[in-house]
Structures are given as C-alpha cells and as structure tokens.
C-alpha cells in the first residue's frame, strides 16, 4: 500500500539545525524533505494523531538532530530525526495543539555541564473536560510541562481560551505570546523555570479580531495582524511589568499614558504604530532573524518585507495562494513560505526568490464546476485542476508533484474573483492524449465562452496544447469528454444534446522527419432526441460508442457515425459510463434522486443487474471485467462503518462483491486503476483518493492487503545536496555505475501502519452489505457472503 | 459634518426653526486661497497664516473658549507671495511678525495697524526662508542641554581645524553685542545665506552673509544655541555653517544612500532640535535625522508620496510631525529602546525615532506645520464639559475636538492648498480626528437689503477680492424643499488689479454702495439705465478728497450718512448727499476726551435703525458706542472676557439694545444708552451649554423684520435661534437635543407638520454646506447663501492629491 497526498501546511514546517532538512507536519507523519533536491527523505512514523508542533533542538555544532513533537493524540515525543528513530515519548492525555519550548531558544548557560535545567515546553491544550461541561465554553488553556522529568502536566493554568491558540515565541527564547480574539497576551519566562513558576502577563487591546502576532528578536517589540489587513506593532512593552522586577528602573519615569501614542487601554507599551498594505486578513507574521525586517502575507499571495525602522516594503508578489507560514532557517539564505495550495517554496533569501518548491497535491476546489481529477493508467499520475487555471499532475507513485501545465494563460490572484473554470480534465488510456475544457464564466449575462482543448505529450513528457476549439458545442456546455483506446479519437458530449467525435489526423511523414499533429479535427456529428448527453464510453477495441442520452444508452459506430442501437432506461439521467474491461457489458451510474448503478449485457441489449447506491466514482480495469465502485453510504450508517464511503470491487458477470474496504473522506474522493509498476506483479492497482486528495494504492486482490514499498524511481539521483570539489566547477563526472539501479531496494515488509484513518480493514472483518443495499439484494447478500474474497 | 439620515418623527424639529422656510443659493462665487505659511508666536497663543493672495490672519483661542477665531485679517499686496513668517520678540506689543516675500523683500506686519511695511527692500533675489534664533527666555531654558551640545561641537571643531582649516578658531562665546538682539537667517535663491539682526525699531541690520553656494538656499535653520546655522539648498545639500565665523563646518548629501547631490532634490524643510538631531524633509518624500555634531545620518522614513514640504516637533521635542504635498501628516516619536540583546543588567539605551501614524485630512497638498499652545486659560465651561455624556454610536468630529482640547495642551496646526486650517493634538495624535479650525475660510462678505427702492427687490452686495457684484434676488413665494432661490447680476464693479478690497456696504435703499480698497473708499450710486440697452448704471459718487481707506463701512438706516473706519483709527461721518465731512470721531477709551487716536482701528460698525446709536468694535472687541445725533462718544465697552466680538447688531424693537456675540461662544445684550448690561443679560448667568459649544464661532446675526423678540445666530456650520422673551433653559439633556437635531436634514425645515414639542430656545440646527450669510427675509422665511465645500475644492487653482485607491 502507497499512501499519500498529505496536507504539507497544516502546520508550519520547521528547518534543521543545519538547513539542509524541512521537517513537515504531514499528517499523523512528520516527513524530512531536502531542502537542497526538494524531495522527501524520511519520515518520523508514531503519532496516531495529526502532528501539530515542531520544535527541533538547536544546536551550534549542528550535528544533533533532534526534535520534539506533538500531536492531538496527547503525546509528545522527542526524535532523533536523522536515523530516524524515536527517543522518548511523553503522554500528556491532552490533546496539544501548539507547543513552545522557550528555554531551548535561551543560549545556555556556561554551567551547561553541571546542572542541566529541566527543559519546559508550554502547551495549548485543548481540556477534555470542557467538551462535556457546558458551562465552560473555554476548552482551550496555555500549560506547562516538564519535558526532562515529566510527571504529568503543569496543574498550573496560564490562560484559557475559547479554542486552543497557537503560542508564538520570541527567537530569544524570552516572551511567548498568544492571540485571544481582540487581545494579546504576552508572557515572559521565568529564569528559572519550574512547574509552578508564574509567568508575568501583559495584555495588549485592539479593536479589531487579532489574527496573527510574532515577537522580536531582540527588543520587546510584538507585531500583529488583524483581519482587516492592518499590521500594528507595538514597541517597548511590558516596560513596567517585565522590566521592573529586574532591577532596572527606567531612567524615564514611566509617567501617564499621554506618552503612550496609539496605545489602547493603558496597556503597557510604548507607542503603537499602525501599518496597512494588505486589503484583508493578516495570516503570516514574522521577524528576519536580525530583527531589522518584517514579513508579513495574507490571503492576496503576496509575500511583503516591510522594514521595521523606516516602513518601507519590498514585494514578492504572484506566488498565487494564500500564504500561510513563513519560516526562517538557520542558514540566512534559505527561508520557506508554507501556501494554502498545499506548496512549500524555498526561498533564496536576500532576493527573495523561489528556488524549490515542495509541492503536495493541490487542493480539491471542485465546487459544481469541477468535474473529477483524471487519472493515468500507465505512469500512475493524477491530473489535478489547480486554481490558477491550470492542471497538476501528481505521480501517485512517488507522491510528489510533477508539474504543472497552464491551460488558461491568465494571471491568478486569489482575491479575485473566479471568472474562469477549468471544468473538466480527461486523459486517454495511454496517458498521451489530454482533454481539457475550460469556461470563462459570463459577466453580467454576457461574455461566457466554452473552450475545448486537446493535448499531446511533447518530448519532454510534458502535455501541450495541439488543438483550440471555441465554443464547440454551440451554445452548451461539455459535459464529458472520452478516448478512443485505439486510436486518436475522442468524443465531446454537450448537454445541448449533440455529441461530436474528433479524430487526430495521422502523423505525415515529410522528409523523413515527423511532423506535428495536424490537430484534431470534428469527424462526426449525432444527437439523440435531443436529449441531454452526460457520459460515453468507448469499448475496449474502440468499434462501439456508448453515449448516454439522458435515460438511455445510446450505441454508435463510432467511424461511420451510426447509430447500433439504444439501450434501456433508468429512471434518472445517466451521469457515468463505461465498459467493464474487455468484457460486452456496459457499466452506468446514475445520481440524484433514485441512484443506480447497472450492468448492462451488450450481447442481450438488456439491463443485467443493479444497485440502488449513491456512486460518488467508478473505475474499470483495462484488460480484466472488474469494475470497482465508490459508493456513498447514507449517514445513517456511518457508525457501523466508521467511515462515509465503501469500495466494493465488482466482476461485472456477478452482482456479489468481491471485496469491500471501507473508506473516509469518500464525499468527493475518486477511484482509479493503474498499472501496476513493472517489478510488482503484473495485476493492476487499485488507487483511491479521498476528498481532501489523501490517496492510497493497493492490490485490490491480494488477500491482505500488501504494503506496497514505495517506490522512488528517480529520487536518488537527485538526492545528494549540493555539489562540491571538483564537481562544483567542472561538474559532475558521469558515473559507472551499472548497480545503481538495483539499489532501490524492494522491501515488501508488512508492517503494521495506522492504516484504520482510511481502511477499517481487510474485508473479512466488514459487517455485511445488508444495510448498504436495498431489500432486494439482502437474502443474496446473506447467502453469498462467506463466498467473497 | 456628518449627518445620519434617522429622521424620528417625534424628533421634529421643534417649530421655532421648522417653521421657517429656508431659500438657499449656493452659486456665490467663493474662491479662498491657499495658505502659504504659518507661524506660531513665541507665547504658542497665535498663529499666523499668510495666504497666496497677499493676506494674512491671525488666529487664536479666546479665553475662556477653546474654539479657534481668526481675530485679524490683514490684506496685504496681493503681489508679495509670501514664502515664510517668523515672530520676533521684542518692539512695543512682545512680538513682531515679519515676512519673506518671493520678490526679495522682507516685510512687518503691523499688528495693530493692520498694515504692512516693508523692512527690507528686495535685492531682486527670492527669498525662500527666513529663520530666526531662539528668544533668549528659550534659551535659557535649554541652557543645561545646551551646554552639553556646545561642548560636543567645541571637541568637533578642533578636529576639523588639525584637518584642514587654518585659519579656524573654535568659536567660542561669540561677540556679546550679537547675542542682544533676535538674529535671522534668510535663505536666498542665489545661494547665499544673509544673516541680520532685527532691532527693536523693527529694522534689518546686515551683519555678514554666508559664502555662496551652488543652488538655491532653499531652507535654514538655527542650531538651539544659536551658534550654527544648517542650510539646505536645492541640490541635495544640507550645510552647517558656524553663524559667528560663517565657514562651513559640514556638508550632508541628503540623497538617499549618498547617490550624488542630485540637483532635483530639494531640502524643503530643515528643523534643529534640542537634542541635537537635525530633522530634513526634501522633495523625494524622505523625512532624515541626523546627528548634527558629526552630519551623520541616523535614521531615514520615506513614508511621503510627494514632497516633505514643512516640519513641526511638539514642545517638549521627542515628536516630529512631517506633511508635504500628499497631504498626510505624520508623526515621528523619539523612542528609546532597550536592546534586549544585550542582558537585562547592561542597559544599552537606543535612541530611535519610529514612525507611529498618520493623518490625512487635507485634501491637497500641505504648505506648513506648527505648533501652538493656544488655550490661555480655561473658564468653567471645562467644568461643565465633564458630564457625562450618553453614548452616541456616531461621534462627530467636534465631540471629540472638545475631549482633547485643553489648558496646556498643544496643538499641531496645518494648512496648504486647500484653504483649511486642521488642528491636532500633539500628544494624542493618534486617538482624535483633526479638527477642522477654519470651515468657512476667507468667507466672501455679502450684505442684504431687503426692500430696495427698486420696486422694493432685494439685493445682494457680493464682495470679492478684486470686484463687487450687486445682485438682485429673485426669491420664489412657493419654495420646495431642495429649491434654490436665482440671483440676477446686476452690475459688476472691479477694482484695479494690483488692490484688494477690505471692506463694502451697501445702504438699506440699494441704491448706494462703497467699497474701500487699500488707496481709498468709492462710492457708487446704482440706477436704472435711461434706455434699454443697459438696464442698470453705476455712477460714481464723490467722496470727500482726504478720506483714509477703510477697514469697514457702513451706511445709517436711512441712507443719508456713510461712517467709514479709517485706517488712521479715526471714524468718519460723511453726508452722501453733499459729499461732504460731516463728524469725525476718535475712539477713546476716556469718554468726551477728544485726542489722537491711541486705540486700534475700527473693523466693526454697526448702526441702529433710528439713526441714533453708531457701535465700532475693534479687532480686539472693544466696543465704542458712540452717539449719531449729538456726536458724542457715548460709552466704552472693554473686551469681553477678552473675547473678541464676532457679530453684532441693534435690536430693530428697541434701538437702545446692542446686541453683540464673542468668540468665546457669549453673547451679551447692551442697554446703550442706560450705559449698562441689559436685563437680559444680567438676568442670565450662563448661557446653554448646547450654545457654548455651538460647532463653529458666531458669525452673523439676523433679526427677524417683525417686532419678535428673538434673533438668529449662525456660524459657518449651524444656526441657533435664541428668543429673549422666553427662559433660557440649561437642563442636562442639552447634548442629546444637539445630537438629535444633528441628525436632521435641511430639507425638514420646510416640514409644516408642527410638532406638539414646547418651543425651545436656543435650539441649534446643524447645516450641511458652509454658510455664508443667513439672513431673515419675513418673519418666517430665512434666506441662506452656502455652497458645497466640494465645488470650492474644485474651483482651487491647485489640484487635489490624486490617491491611487487599491485595486484600480
């Protein structure tokens, strides 16, 4: 089993001690990337819940790599992430959600060989408590724990709050400060620290939701963004609070609050000044390490420097999604900036240009418009529509993005507003051919235009665009778009009521050298009754065209634009078709009302057998007549099946299922066969992706379900970071080395993963279909079941 | 002002005001003029503002009130562009103002003349700032800072002469006799700095003047000590010249990161602080602080989209206000940071000064920047205003103006090409609104008459600053709400070019007018043209020769006499028939002591409808009544609570009683010839609160035509009716019925649905546009002249601040 398509920015990454790893939250995981190749090295497996902190040890040699982690399964554990192992686990039995551990920041002591002080981590924990008493709506509280000798945590409470906050620390390791709906509340650490040592607080008001803070390094200044964009910043707080006690009575005695300009509410601070760039909400905050600049984003994507002193801004605009954290590293000429597109880049940093960017799957923006990703049965990629109107493909293998084509030349801002939707993206069998189709949605009524594109794979194994249609369908939009298996063919369906086939001419030979595509061109026109078109299929030698014109099938031969003949009737418009392999049965599914899912014989013309079930998605095998369906359960059930959906892998000549897992996250989610890799068995794979594009591939036949090696084809060549010596100048020395290939090593270890997030597990231990399926279908059910494998 | 659409209708206005009808014109031309300079003296209770056209005002707090009054205005040669003002310590009154002019000359503005001399003639070289020292009472003040600034250039100095200068001495306690007198630095645009000393008969002593430099001096500056002069010139140069020896001891490239003196950029502004920071404001929109011991930079905000044009720093020096042609104002604050880098026991105090905010309430560009403590002492209404007040979710500006202002608190005022004067609180920049000192600047003077003896018509005299209009007003007998009464030109009469008129009146029948420029009165006759081509003629009436012109005039009730103001401080009777002097009388303050005149001049006339009573008020609100008939001076009235008087009139009920508003928000009735407070006013102790703190000063006053005992009160902003017949309430709900009628359209007036409220006195109506004039017309109909404030923007020569809104 391969899984991934985790979440990359569900939490802000962390760099090692000596720059060359970005450790990120990925999940219940915490993967190690490269930061010189970008790609993932490692990853620290353990957590049972999403990671929410990181903290990685510093250290001046550079040579340790350790890191505390902690997750909302209540545990914090601490690792050595370079072998990757873990060295010690603390159960907190709270479920954290931000973790800072100030006194790793604090440079040590020079007593540092006698007495080691106990390392504290403060906490934002969510109580348990407070879910189930009603009268205290403040789940969220700010706690201690030892993590040197950890008995359990801190009874001490420093705040509470109505959700868990994240905690933000000073560099210096001194201040720690909180974000509380219109309030900051800052902390200084004790000295000495202890379980029951009381920090002193100071709290800041603004009048507007706060959304994001960072400290500065060296002064007592506290940057804050709120929702309207505006950016203040505090100077000299906590003058009286944190500084009194030390001893140092300001030479300026601290008067009255007229010397406090833009101060609210006699809080303890200086001045406050007021900076504004960002038209709406603040989300990233951070000092440079020199505490000289100011970074700060927001949801238009575009990363500003403002210097402190003077208030000047340097930009790095189009980065094209909202960004989320930015990170410094140790090193000063490498930062990363986290985006909401599931993108970490690297940033160069002096120019503040992009040098790598780590990229996960984008995120899943279907709203209507969208139709599904498609997938590559051969080279087991997935064709993702991005926001910025363009398409990733996404190797499921590698779990990493491969690139990005554009199919709308247009910049994208994330604050504009959606004019232009890539709504459907279909790839051929072989993965050569793309279709894509885009529609510029009209403006007041007016302007809207449907555009067909068709791709083909250039040299470099890369699709672009051979041909333009406008408006191909006159005045409907394309509802589906299907390949010929056989040949360059497609067919365009419009819910106009017509369907066109396209043909690619045949490559000219010209003066021995092969010319381009002479582009797809319309090759037949049919329509049925004018009825509605929504899906088609071709069969699997490419003589017959299923179309489906609203209730019924309609058969074609596709080459000579004859109608064969037309196929029953379902009881809703038929939304997805497909031939079930090599096999003469034609697979439909139907939504809305009355969902169905039906065989239908093609050597009998008739309805063979089916299912009243909500199809969210359905994939066919190639060479074999299964089918495998993703099928929504009604809520009722979602208890007995500890998830929202079910995979049930069909033999179309037989209603029973041969086998069922159990999935989450299935609202959404699509299902794909693809080849399996070359040195796994020749059977095909079963992918899934769920809705938040999480995916897993599997052997859909094997009887437990193998964890599949994860097979890194090219990640090695790339692995080393930086080049040095002689290679730096000359380059690097071709290599002979005829074993390297063999290095990739096949491990097929079964370990146990915490696979239950998405599989419940093998199908034997699945309670039966009888509450998935109708009436009809129970006694079958029952009688059959010990039979499925 | 801000005006919610909530229109209860139980909170009608009450019917004394919704009774009224209202015509409104708002084509009067109106055309202010930017101010050009400001400049605060050395008690911080004036400011001076020099406008483009040549004139200038003087604006102050009156005691006891913390609204701003222009107390003077001084029309000045409307060719002399005024560059800078400075006051000056010392001559007869404390202070003197003197102003550079772009021809090269220096004048004084006489204060108590209302004129303006010339005390230094041009050299044909625009000057393009003057600066003057510290007043010696500063200094002492500073000496402790001083002295240790003083040591530091000392030590500076004998470096730089090991260096390079022989013939450099350390300049040492310098020529004893300079020390004596103000000195002034005049930056000129060949690149030369003169430097004078002005002494006390106000005349410029030349004492040396700097070596020339390449470029326009376009800015200077004295060190606090006086001992250092800091010029900035057009080509990018901030120079620090030592004033006693008059070598250069530094030059700054103020170019930012030292990119060459590059000739565009321009030193606007240079300001020396007590800390020994020089501030420079220049045309790239950078605002510098440097170290003036070394001429080192210390710290550079470009936070200005166009030129930095003027600098301001707050008393106390640890604030600087930059503002320049984008029409912000932004405020710098002198912070000192403890570096936490360095540990909790060593202390390494940085001084950095951070930018905190912004205000932006000019619309266009902002010419100059002071500093003003102008409330000299605070009455009781302080105390009053310490009530609570119900919470209003909509606050307008002049609440809050009345939270911050207070004794002793400083205020940053600003002016520039949009005629307005704002003002601020220093210290509490970033909490309040400015507030907005001048609505109605350089109101165009007009005066009604109500039944002309051209077929009893009403008109109009208009002045402007080089001609008058008489119109004839064409009011409607229906009026709609929302309906402009029109105005017919009669017949324009313009002035020569290089004059400005100071004043104008027209008589009660129409037919005579006068205007006084600054050579001498005319007097004009208006008359219906014999044929029909030209339907009305202007004849010029004669005058008697040896007539003064005027700082005002005005013609008695029954058109026979005209009474002229001189600028000699005398008051001329003249009989408009014969053309001749009738009576000459001197205000005095010792009644039936003829003298020569002492006091100041007359700028305030006003009449009674008998003929009887003449009433001369002078820029500083004393009051000479004086009597028509037997030509005797009758009674001096000295300034109200120091208060100057901003209207006034004779009651057409009772011709004895004189009633007059101040500019501290008072209004006081006369029984003139009893010689004696009236019964009104002995009667009241405190006028309403809501009245005191009516938005904006009194501007005017109408009578109604009918025998009412009531009167109208209007300032540039509202109008209040005041009814002497009924009591003066002063109940505690005051501040919500402000609030409330606040919220109540003009066009409510016309509403004939009478509400069942008592009838209120001193009930205060908002306004939407600045007023102009406002007078009765009947017994219930007022006539209003006002105009948008947005259609004078447009008619300003200069062009508003283009801001480039996001997103466009």
């Not at chain 1, 005045?475 to 365009?492: E, G, K, L, Q, Y």
């Not at chain 2, 170290?291 to 106390?316: I, M, R």
Request: hydrophobic share 35%; aromatic share 10%; glycine share 6%.
């Amino acid at each position: 089993m391969i899984s991934g398509g985790q979440n990359y920015v569900s939490s802000a990454p962390v760099f090692s001690n000596d720059a060359k790893r970005l450790l990120v939250c990925t999940g219940s995981t915490v993967s190690v990337f490269s930061t010189a190749t970008g790609s993932r090295v490692s990853s620290l497996e353990g957590h049972s819940g999403p990671v929410t902190a990181l903290v990685v040890v510093p250290d001046s040699s550079t040579l340790l790599s350790f890191c505390w982690t902690a997750s909302v399964d209540g545990t914090i554990r601490h690792w050595d992430f370079s072998v990757p192992e873990c060295v010690k686990i603390i159960d907190l039995h709270f479920p954290v959600f931000s973790m800072v551990v100030p006194s790793l920041l604090s440079p040590r002591e020079e007593n540092d060989a006698k007495t080691r002080p106990d390392v504290f981590a403060y906490v934002s924990v969510q109580n348990p408590n407070a879910e189930a008493n009603c009268l205290s709506p403040r789940c969220g509280q700010i706690r201690k724990c030892n993590l040197t000798n950890f008995h359990a945590v801190s009874s001490l409470i420093l705040k509470e709050t109505e959700r868990p906050e994240s905690l933000t620390i000073s560099p210096s390791g001194k201040f720690l400060g909180i974000k509380d709906k219109r309030k900051l509340h800052i902390w200084k650490v004790p000295k000495v620290d202890s379980d029951s040592a009381v920090s002193k607080k100071i709290t800041l008001h603004h009048s507007k939701t706060i959304t994001v803070l960072a400290l500065h390094p060296m002064e007592r200044i506290v940057a804050a963004g709120d929702v309207t964009g505006r950016i203040l910043i505090w100077r000299g707080f906590g003058a009286q609070k944190f500084m009194h006690s030390g001893g140092l009575v300001n030479g300026r005695s601290t008067n009255d609050e007229e010397d406090k300009p833009g101060v609210r509410e006699n809080d303890d601070a200086e001045s406050c000044s007021t900076w504004h760039w960002h038209p709406s909400g603040v989300r990233l905050l951070s000092f440079s390490s020199d505490g000289a600049y100011l970074y700060s984003g927001g949801k238009e994507g575009v990363l500003v420097l403002w210097q402190l002193d003077t208030g000047k801004k340097n930009f790095l605009p189009r980065i094209g999604s909202p960004l989320l954290y930015f990170v410094d590293s140790p090193d000063p000429s490498l930062s990363s900036i986290s985006c909401a597109d599931n993108q970490i880049h690297i940033l160069k940093m002096p120019s503040m240009e992009i040098i790598r960017s780590i990229s996960g799957i984008k995120a899943n923006i279907c709203e209507g418009l969208c139709s599904r990703a498609a997938f590559d049965y051969t080279s087991g990629l997935v064709a993702v529509q991005t926001e910025n109107y363009g398409i990733q493909f996404y190797s499921l293998f590698a779990n990493r993005g491969l690139y990005e084509v554009q199919v709308c030349e247009r910049n994208h801002q994330p604050v504009d507003e959606v004019t232009v939707v890539v709504s459907l993206v279909e790839l051929s069998v072989d993965g050569s051919m793309m279709g894509t189709v885009e529609v510029k949605l009209p403006e007041d009524g007016v302007g809207g235009l449907v555009c067909l594109k068709f791709w083909d794979l250039d040299d470099n194994k890369r699709f672009s665009v051979s041909t333009l249609i406008y408006e191909p369908h006159r005045d409907a939009h394309i509802s589906a778009i299907a390949f010929n298996p056989t040949r360059r063919m497609a067919v365009s369906l419009s819910y106009g009521g017509d369907f066109k086939i396209w043909v690619c001419k045949e490559e000219i030979k010209q003066k021995g050298q092969m010319l381009q595509n002479s582009g797809w061109m319309c090759h037949a026109v049919g329509s049925y009754k004018n009825k509605a078109m929504r899906a088609a299929a071709f069969s699997a030698d490419g003589s017959v065209l299923a179309v489906a014109a609203d209730n019924v099938i309609t058969l074609w031969d596709p080459n000579n634009n004859v109608l064969v003949a037309v196929v029953g009737e379902t009881l809703m418009p038929i939304t997805s078709l497909g031939f079930a392999g090599k096999s003469y049965y034609l697979v439909s599914v139907c939504h809305g009302s009355k969902p169905q899912l039906s065989v239908w014989s093609m050597s009998r013309l008739a309805a063979f057998w089916s299912y009243k079930i909500q199809i969210e998605a359905v994939s066919f095998t190639i060479d074999f007549s299964y089918f495998a369906v993703l099928a929504l359960l009604p809520e009722s059930n979602e208890y007995a099946f500890k998830g929202d959906g079910i995979i049930l892998l069909f033999n179309v000549t037989n209603p029973t299922p041969m086998a069922s897992w159990s999935v989450t996250k299935a609202k959404g989610g699509g299902l794909a066969f693809l080849k399996g890799y070359p040195s796994e068995q020749l059977q095909s794979l079963l992918a899934y992706i769920n809705g938040d594009r999480e995916y897993v591939i599997f052997h859909p036949h094997s009887k437990e379900a193998f964890e599949l090696s994860r097979i890194r084809q090219d990640d090695h060549v790339l692995e080393e970071t930086g080049q040095f010596g002689y290679t730096s100048i000359y380059g690097e020395l071709p290599k002979f080395d005829p074993k390297r290939n063999l290095t990739s090593s096949i491990s097929s270890a079964a370990s146990e993963r915490p696979w239950e997030t998405i599989f419940s597990g093998s199908s034997h231990m699945l309670p039966p279909l009888t509450k998935l399926c109708s009436e009809f279908l129970e006694s079958l059910l029952e009688k059959k079941t010990p039979t499925v494998e | 002002m801000d005006k919610t659409k909530t229109i209860s209708v139980d909170r009608r206005p009450s019917e004394c005001v919704s009774s009224h009808s209202i015509d409104k014109i708002t084509s009067i031309d109106w055309r202010p003029s930017p101010v050009v300079a400001l400049a605060t003296s050395f008690d911080g209770l004036r400011v001076a503002a020099a406008r483009h056209d040549g004139s200038l005002e003087i604006w102050l707090v009156s005691p006891g009130s913390i609204g701003w009054h222009c107390q003077l205005t001084i029309h000045g040669n409307p060719n002399g562009k005024v560059t800078s003002l400075i006051w000056c310590p010392g001559g007869p009154h404390g202070s003197r103002l003197f102003s550079s002019h772009l021809d090269g000359s220096v004048t004084k503005w006489d204060l108590f003349h209302l004129n303006q001399e010339t005390v230094l003639d041009s050299v044909g070289v625009s000057i393009w700032q003057m600066a003057v020292t510290f007043p010696k009472g500063d200094k002492i003040n500073d000496e402790k800072k001083g002295d240790q600034m003083g040591n530091g250039f000392h030590d500076f100095d004998e470096h730089e002469s090991s260096e390079s200068d022989e013939d450099f001495d350390s300049p040492g306690p310098h020529e004893g006799s300079v020390g004596e007198n103000p000195r002034v630095a005049i930056g000129l645009d060949n690149g030369h700095v003169g430097i004078y000393d002005i002494s006390d008969t106000d005349e410029f002593i030349y004492e040396k003047s700097l070596p020339w430099v390449n470029g326009r001096v376009l800015s200077v500056t004295w060190s606090t000590d006086a001992n250092y002069i800091y010029s900035g010139s057009s080509d990018g140069l901030i120079r620090c010249w030592n004033a006693a020896l008059g070598n250069e001891i530094y030059r700054i490239t103020a170019g930012l990161g030292g990119l060459g003196s590059g000739h565009e950029l321009c030193i606007w502004s240079l300001l020396s602080l007590r800390s020994g920071t020089l501030v420079s404001a220049d045309s790239s929109g950078s605002v510098q602080f440097w170290d003036s011991q070394h001429g080192t930079l210390l710290q550079t905000h470009s936070l200005h989209k166009g030129h930095v044009n003027a600098l301001a720093a707050a008393p106390s020096h640890d604030r600087v206000f930059s503002a320049g042609s984008d029409g912000q104002v932004i405020l710098y604050k002198l912070s000192s940071s403890q570096s936490a880098s360095s540990d909790d026991n060593k202390s390494s105090l940085t001084k950095r000064w951070n930018y905190l905010h912004y205000v932006r309430a000019h619309t266009h560009d902002i010419r100059a920047l002071t500093v003003a403590v102008p409330i000299s002492h605070e009455a009781d209404i302080k105390a009053e205003n310490r009530f609570k007040r119900a919470r209003r979710g909509k606050k307008s500006a002049d609440f809050s103006y009345h939270k911050w202002a207070h004794l002793g608190v400083p205020m940053l005022i600003s002016a520039g090409d949009d005629t307005k004067l704002f003002a601020y609180p220093v210290k509490e920049f970033t909490k309040f609104y400015p507030h907005d000192i001048c609505p109605a600047p350089q109101r165009t003077p007009i005066q009604l008459v109500l039944n002309s003896v051209f077929n009893q018509s009403k008109m109009l005299l208009v002045q402007s600053s080089q001609w008058i209009d008489v119109h004839l007003l064409q009011l409607k007998n229906v009026c709609t709400p929302g309906d402009f009464a029109k105005t017919k030109i009669l017949r324009r009469v313009k002035t020569k070019a290089s004059r400005k008129i100071i004043c104008s009146t027209i008589s009660n029948s129409g037919a005579l007018f006068a205007y006084s420029d600054q050579e001498k009165p005319r007097l004009y006759e208006l008359e219906r043209g014999k044929d029909g081509k030209i339907p009305w003629d202007v004849r010029r009436r004669m005058l008697p020769q040896r007539l003064p012109f005027a700082h005002s005039m005005i013609f008695t009730h029954d058109s026979s006499c005209m009474i002229v103001a001189g600028h000699d401080r005398m008051i001329y009777v003249v009989d408009v028939e014969r053309s001749e002097l009738v009576h000459t009388f001197t205000p005095c303050r010792q009644l039936d002591v003829d003298s020569s005149p002492t006091e100041p001049p007359i700028t305030r006339l006003f009449t009674s409808s008998d003929g009887q009573w003449l009433a001369a008020v002078n820029c500083f609100g004393d009051i000479y009544v004086f009597n028509l008939e037997t030509r005797r001076n009758q009674w001096f009235i000295s300034r109200l609570d120091g208060a100057s008087v901003t209207a006034g009139g004779f009651s057409p009920r009772n011709n004895n009683v004189l009633i007059v508003t101040t500019s501290s928000n008072q209004m006081y009735v006369f029984d003139v010839e009893a010689k004696r407070l009236g019964e009104w006013s002995s009667q009241t102790s405190a006028l309403p609160r809501r009245y005191q703190e009516f938005p904006g000063e009194v501007i005017g006053l109408s009578f109604p035509p009918s025998t009412s005992s009531s009167v109208v009160v209007y300032s540039s902003r509202a109008m209040c009716l005041i009814d002497f017949g009924l009591p003066v309430e002063s109940d505690e709900s005051d501040m919500l019925n402000i609030q409330d009628s606040r919220a109540k359209n003009l066009q409510n007036f016309n509403l004939k649905k009478r509400t069942k409220h008592n009838r209120r006195n001193f009930e205060v109506v908002p306004l939407e546009n600045p007023v102009l004039f406002l007078a009765y017309t009947s017994k219930n109909s007022l006539f209003m002249i006002d105009k948008p404030w947005l259609q004078v923007v447009k008619s300003l020569e200069a062009t508003p601040v283009h801001r480039h809104i996001f997103g466009t």
